[in-house]
């Protein structure tokens, strides 16, 4: 769950509340300890790589959005024809 609050903290970042499970949370403070960054770095780092995968995702669907596609039904057709099902 993730709570978002209006409240201006450091130099333009917005600050927010973020519900972890107990060992996630043991386990995310580790990594700050132990590649000397905050807790905070790790979570922006994690959130903008999934903002980035998402992105990637949907630029290759729009490439692919013209190809001709090919129903299940018909892929399974062919593997059972084949033999492989």
């Known amino acids: 769950m993730l709570v978002m609050k209006e409240d201006a903290g450091m130099a333009g970042e917005t600050r927010t509340t ?9 386990a995310l403070k580790v990594k700050a300890a132990t590649t000397d960054r905050t807790v905070s770095e790790l979570v922006n780092a994690a959130v903008i790589e999934a903002l980035r995968e998402d992105a990637l995702d949907l630029e290759a669907f729009e490439k692919r959005a013209k190809e001709p596609s090919r129903p299940f039904e018909r892929v399974l057709e062919d593997l059972k024809r084949d033999g492989l099902l």
């Open 18 to 26: 973020v519900y972890l499970k107990p060992k996630v949370y043991r």
